[in-house]
């Protein structure tokens, strides 16, 4: 395991067995200011994110990878309820992290909405150290579940900014499999990587950006 990798212990299984559906939150705490987010996505204080109960760790982004969050989803709760639910899983006993994740979530309808702030390091798993990755992951299992062109242009449009922004010399998005032994990001969102075509998404929506 990489020196700087996250010590947890969470299952093998990408969130095998997280059902938020189920879990049930009181008041949501408050949520950071966020800065610098690209056009259209939805801020942490949209959902009533609860602040980090630990110190980020600092990161400079270098490169995007898509995640899935794993577990089947079909809108209900919705999706501010949703990402409240993830991030207390994230941040309870299964996984003690410091906060949600991922930088940016993918709901059904392709709304993209803020995560942890991209300039700290995310926490997809133990299985690598993720340091340098903007991690962008859909709501739902991929496995299953398939992406809607809105999904996929929103989050290429998503990653063609970040990569503007924080002008990244790797403009190739990864998968979470790419990088470790995991099903994650589904089979049906990973061959738009293989096949190419989130690619060429990510390419048009760079040519537009000014």
């Given at each position: 395991?990489?020196?700087?990798?996250?010590?947890?212990?969470?299952?093998?299984?990408?969130?095998?067995?997280?059902?938020?559906?189920s879990i049930n939150?009181?008041?949501?705490?408050?949520?950071?200011?966020?800065?610098?987010?690209?056009?259209?996505?939805?801020?942490?204080?949209?959902?009533?994110?609860?602040?980090?109960?630990?110190?980020?760790?600092?990161?400079?982004?270098?490169?995007?990878?898509?995640?899935?969050?794993?577990?089947?989803?079909?809108?209900?709760?919705?999706?501010?309820?949703?990402?409240?639910?993830?991030?207390?899983?994230?941040?309870?006993?299964?996984?003690?992290?410091?906060?949600?994740?991922?930088?940016?979530?993918?709901?059904?309808?392709?709304?993209?909405?803020?995560?942890?702030?991209?300039?700290?390091?995310?926490?997809?798993?133990?299985?690598?150290?993720?340091?340098?990755?903007?991690?962008?992951?859909?709501?739902?299992?991929?496995?299953?579940?398939?992406?809607?062109?809105?999904?996929?242009?929103?989050?290429?449009?998503?990653?063609?900014?970040?990569?503007?922004?924080?002008?990244?010399?790797?403009?190739?998005?990864?998968?979470?499999?790419?990088?470790?032994?995991t099903s994650c990001?589904?089979?049906?969102?990973?061959?738009?990587?293989?096949?190419?075509?989130?690619?060429?998404?990510?390419?048009?929506?760079?040519?537009?950006?000014?």
């Amino acid at each position: 395991m990489p020196a700087n990798a996250p010590i947890f212990s969470p299952k093998p299984a990408w969130l095998g067995t997280f059902s938020p559906s189920s879990i049930n939150l009181g008041a949501p705490g408050a949520a950071p200011a966020d800065a610098g987010l690209p056009p259209n996505v939805r801020s942490r204080e949209a959902w009533a994110a609860a602040a980090p109960v630990q110190p980020y760790v600092p990161q400079t982004p270098k490169g995007v990878s898509l995640h899935h969050t794993g577990a089947p989803w079909y809108g209900k709760p919705g999706p501010e309820q949703y990402l409240r639910n993830i991030q207390a899983f994230h941040v309870g006993a299964e996984r003690e992290w410091e906060d949600i994740a991922y930088h940016f979530l993918v709901d059904l309808d392709g709304v993209i909405w803020a995560g942890r702030p991209a300039t700290v390091r995310g926490n997809p798993s133990i299985y690598y150290d993720p340091t340098g990755l903007v991690l962008i992951s859909f709501l739902g299992d991929f496995m299953s579940q398939q992406p809607t062109e809105t999904q996929l242009n929103n989050s290429a449009a998503t990653a063609a900014w970040l990569m503007k922004k924080y002008s990244m010399t790797n403009t190739t998005v990864t998968g979470h499999r790419d990088h470790a032994p995991t099903s994650c990001p589904g089979d049906n969102l990973y061959v738009t990587l293989k096949d190419g075509s989130f690619q060429n998404r990510v390419k048009d929506a760079l040519s537009k950006l000014v």
